[in-house]
């Protein structure tokens, strides 16, 4: 494997074990922004691995996906598309206490289950 790529993968686990850190102390939106950022990161291994260029400095799941030429299945297309989605409203809020009642424990739980199993899909592509 490519040196940076494993670099991007590395840095993809540790960004999910802290949305795991992040989900026990009860940062709830913070969990979701992690899960982002760690698929993120995986993608951005994927580009680098399969591409053989730097990745995009971006944070859009659904362009690096079809920059790469990667297909997700439609149940991980929707898990992919809402973190998508999250990734401003969790990086900037607007309202922090709307943003803390929309992304529950029992939502955050789910997201954080759907993104590790993304992540996991996503490192059996390299």
Not at 19 to 29: I, P, T
Not at 49 to 76: C, R
Request: glycine share 4%.
């Amino acid at each position: 494997m490519d040196k940076r790529a494993a670099e991007w993968l590395k840095q993809a686990d540790y960004d999910i074990d802290t949305a795991e850190f992040m989900a026990k102390g009860g940062r709830y939106f913070y969990v979701v922004f992690m899960c982002h950022l760690a698929i993120e990161k995986a993608l951005k291994g994927l580009y680098q691995q399969n591409l053989k260029q730097t990745p995009p400095k971006t944070h859009n799941l659904v362009y690096l996906m079809n920059k790469i030429g990667l297909k997700a299945d439609q149940d991980q297309a929707k898990v992919i598309v809402r973190l998508n989605e999250a990734n401003i409203t969790t990086r900037y809020p607007d309202d922090i206490d709307k943003l803390k009642s929309d992304y529950t424990e029992e939502i955050t739980g789910k997201i954080l289950t759907e993104a590790k199993e993304i992540l996991k899909w996503i490192k059996q592509q390299f």
